[in-house]
């Protein structure tokens, strides 16, 4: 009724909007509330409603400045610009690249690497019989090295190191956490090793002869060494003056051993 306040008035709903209210005019206008008095010239109400703002959240961004809005509504239309590239990644694309307009709701935008790759070059160095092996690893990822792949005479591979003869910087199937391009060369250890010695004895002729073998190999022994007046040499024992108890071409065992001429 013109001159008396509206009173009790209805809201307006629409997707994407929050309503705020009535106005006299589409674009504008005066506000009207319960206690306005309604006037001869405002024949209709027009419901006021402006954009809801939904939240954008970014994800693996990896610390990068990121130059995009952190909310939109639904009257935006977003095309995402790319990340700068870190070190060990380059920016790929967002994932999805856009928000269309006429979009509501929370969005998750997931930012999408690419990650550096290095080489990796085993090489069995100076001393080490071999051929080069060639792998890569992934910048943030862990690498499983590899185990031994070369040999040296009177040695074994125990390691790996990035210095041709150095130090064991590596363990054999260990992890290597570096991100560069890394050449990587055989850590030796000696191997330990026993020697067999024979002896002529008191009673034998001729000069001692030692032997060296690596702990692991078998040896045989020798033929008759020594002479002895009126006797011959029929095999080899452990003690002076024993009896034979070893053939000549026997296996020994693996151990420190002296042998005498019987």
Same mark, same amino acid.
């Given at each position: !009724?013109?001159?008396?306040?509206?009173?009790?008035?209805?809201? +307006?709903?629409?997707?994407?909007?929050?309503?705020?209210?009535?106005?006299?005019?589409?674009?504008?206008?005066?506000?009207?509330?319960?206690?306005?008095?309604?006037? +001869?010239?405002?024949?209709?109400?027009?419901?006021? &409603?402006?954009?809801?703002?939904?939240?954008?959240?970014? &994800?693996?961004?990896?610390?990068?400045?990121?130059?995009?809005?952190? *909310?939109?509504?639904?009257?935006?239309?977003?095309?995402? *610009?790319?990340?700068?590239?870190?070190?060990?990644?380059?920016?790929?694309?967002?994932?999805?690249?856009?928000?269309?307009?006429?979009?509501?709701?929370?969005?998750?935008?997931? %930012?999408?690497?690419?990650? %550096?790759?290095? *080489?990796?070059?085993?090489?069995?160095?100076?001393?080490? $019989?071999?051929?080069?092996?060639?792998? *890569?690893?992934?910048?943030?990822?862990?690498?499983?090295?590899?185990?031994?792949?070369?040999?040296?005479?009177?040695?074994?591979?125990?390691?790996?190191?990035?210095?041709?003869?150095?130090?064991?910087?590596?363990?054999?199937?260990?992890? &290597?956490?570096?991100? %560069?391009?890394?050449?990587?060369?055989? +850590?030796?250890?000696?191997?330990?090793?026993?020697?067999?010695?024979?002896?002529?004895?008191?009673?034998?002729?001729?000069?001692?002869?030692?032997?060296?073998?690596?702990?692991?190999?078998?040896?045989?022994?020798?033929?008759?060494?020594?002479?002895?007046?009126?006797?011959?040499?029929?095999?080899?024992?452990?003690?002076?003056?024993?009896?034979? !108890?070893?053939?000549?071409?026997?296996?020994?065992?693996?151990?420190?051993? $002296?042998?005498?001429?019987?």
């Amino acid at each position: !009724e013109i001159g008396k306040p509206y009173g009790r008035l209805p809201n +307006a709903t629409r997707d994407g909007y929050s309503f705020n209210g009535w106005r006299t005019q589409p674009n504008g206008g005066s506000v009207v509330n319960v206690n306005t008095s309604a006037a +001869a010239n405002v024949t209709k109400l027009y419901a006021w &409603c402006v954009p809801v703002s939904y939240a954008i959240d970014y &994800c693996e961004t990896k610390g990068a400045a990121n130059p995009n809005p952190t *909310s939109y509504d639904i009257e935006d239309e977003i095309a995402f *610009s790319p990340l700068p590239n870190v070190t060990g990644y380059t920016f790929v694309r967002w994932g999805p690249s856009m928000i269309a307009r006429g979009s509501t709701g929370y969005r998750t935008v997931t %930012a999408i690497w690419k990650a %550096a790759t290095y *080489s990796i070059v085993y090489k069995p160095g100076r001393l080490g $019989q071999g051929d080069e092996v060639r792998a *890569s690893k992934t910048h943030g990822e862990p690498l499983t090295l590899k185990g031994a792949l070369y040999t040296r005479e009177g040695y074994r591979q125990i390691g790996w190191t990035t210095h041709e003869e150095g130090q064991k910087e590596y363990k054999l199937r260990g992890t &290597c956490d570096v991100n %560069a391009d890394l050449t990587l060369y055989p +850590a030796w250890e000696p191997l330990p090793t026993y020697t067999i010695t024979y002896d002529p004895g008191y009673y034998g002729s001729g000069e001692p002869v030692v032997e060296r073998f690596y702990v692991g190999d078998s040896a045989t022994l020798r033929g008759a060494l020594f002479t002895r007046e009126g006797g011959a040499q029929t095999g080899w024992t452990k003690v002076e003056g024993e009896f034979k !108890e070893y053939d000549f071409g026997a296996f020994s065992w693996r151990a420190p051993f $002296q042998a005498q001429g019987g």
